[in-house]
């Protein structure tokens, strides 16, 4: 069955920027792949960051933007505050199918 | 802006049929290019699709699940169900429904229990 990767925990410091990423085991992941990127925090539901590699909602605040990065969508926040401290999740279609991948845990330290 | 909200029974019994309902308010089921999706999450670990059914009924399923799992739709009521049948303690999660296209907008998710 096909594998969606994620870093499994990453720590940012607030003001920084980091890249969270999101590969395939079925090779590079491309616009085809419709990448999603969701946050979710302790006790809520999932809140839908960027749609469609790099297209956000009009809540997603603008320090977050979506790209394909070295064969992976990557999703990076720049001036990383207190409240993007979450789990992040990619979503993947592949295969006439979705897959998620195991997330990711962000600190903010 | 759409709307949707899971129901359904918090408790199930092993080997029985789990059934949930997504309502969905500002748009319709049956219009648009959109994708109706079930996703669960067990406690404590990462989110799962389980499948999702198109405008015009077509569905395509989490191979993992997929002999277990029926999602179907309900124009009159407006909703999508989820079917899950032969429960067991590992099926314990939230559901979620969503509706995926132009962007991705989740019910806020329904807690099920396996009980013996």
């Known amino acids: 069955q096909t594998v969606v990767t994620q870093e499994p925990s990453l720590t940012v410091s607030p003001g920084g920027t980091v890249t969270l990423t999101c590969g395939s085991s079925t090779g590079a992941v491309t616009s085809g792949h419709y990448p999603y990127w969701f946050q979710q925090k302790p006790g809520q539901a999932p809140r839908t960051l960027i749609y469609?590699?790099?297209n956000k909602h009009s809540w997603t605040p603008a320090r977050f933007s979506g790209s394909l990065l070295g064969g992976k969508a990557a999703l990076t926040l720049s001036d990383v505050q207190p409240e993007d401290e979450a789990d992040y999740y990619c979503?993947?279609?592949?295969?006439?199918?979705?897959?998620f991948g195991g997330g990711t845990k962000l600190t903010v330290l | 802006q759409v709307h949707l909200q899971e129901s359904g029974p918090g408790l199930v019994k092993p080997s029985q049929t789990l059934s949930l309902t997504c309502t969905v308010s500002?748009?319709?089921?049956?219009?648009?290019?959109?994708?109706w999706n079930w996703i669960r999450q067990p406690a404590g670990k990462g989110l799962e699709w389980i499948g999702r059914m198109y405008t015009n009924g077509v569905t395509s399923y989490n191979p993992s699940l997929k002999s277990r799992v029926t999602i179907s739709g309900d124009t009159s009521k407006n909703q999508f169900s989820l079917n899950l049948n032969s429960v067991t303690a590992a099926d314990t999660a939230v559901y979620y429904c969503a509706r995926e296209g132009a962007g991705y907008y989740w019910g806020q998710g329904t807690p099920v229990t396996f009980s013996s």
């Open positions: 500002g748009g319709s089921i049956s219009s648009g290019n959109y994708y």
């Open positions: 469609d590699t790099s």
């Open positions: 979503l993947l279609y592949l295969g006439g199918t979705r897959v």
